[in-house]
């Protein structure tokens, strides 16, 4: 997978990292590589928002756990599917980001996975506490996970077991927290 950066009109800025890209590298090996694409090496993103300071965060379902929190950056290979955290659903090794410090490692992974299906961050608005830090939402793993968010590295602090699938968690414009279950 891919994150794509592009201007409202669907052009491709100038500055990406790979506008006129020809030539394969180590780090883009057997990939297609076009102007569009800002990082590459991602397994299935589900969820892309901004922090407060403008950092751009992806949250990514792992193969068979190895599920991840990366924090995305100009050009970047996050390895996959060379590397990650868990394995492959039928059992064989995939080897961990230490293996191939070429990638960029995920600032964090779950194992075992949570499911990952939606990102945010809060502004603290009625949870001042919270200002800054991320949630995420748990699909199989029914959970909300708070992440502290610090200078770009991040830690888990806090999970909120829900009983249920949840598909999305964001604050709403008073503060409030809502949360979207995905169940019957």
Aim: charged share 25%; net charge negative; no cysteine.
């Amino acid at each position: 997978g891919k994150v794509l950066r592009l201007h409202d009109d669907g052009s491709v800025p100038t500055d990406n990292p790979f506008v006129g890209y020809a030539a394969q590298t180590p780090l883009v090996d057997r990939i297609g590589v076009y102007g569009e694409v800002w990082s590459l090496g991602h397994r299935n993103p589900l969820g892309i928002a901004q922090d407060p300071q403008g950092k751009l965060w992806v949250i990514e379902m792992g193969p068979r756990h190895g599920d991840e929190l990366n924090l995305i950056r100009k050009g970047k290979n996050y390895g996959y599917p060379t590397v990650s955290e868990g394995d492959h659903y039928d059992g064989r090794p995939i080897p961990n980001h230490d293996a191939h410090p070429e990638f960029e490692a995920p600032k964090i992974s779950w194992v075992p996975a949570i499911s990952p299906a939606h990102l945010s961050f809060l502004k603290g608005t009625l949870f001042k506490t919270w200002e800054g830090n991320a949630l995420v939402s748990g699909l199989a793993s029914q959970v909300i996970v708070r992440i502290l968010i610090d200078d770009g590295e991040a830690r888990e602090v806090e999970r909120y077991d829900m009983g249920t699938r949840i598909r999305s968690a964001m604050e709403g414009a008073d503060g409030t927290i809502w949360v979207l279950e995905d169940e019957r």
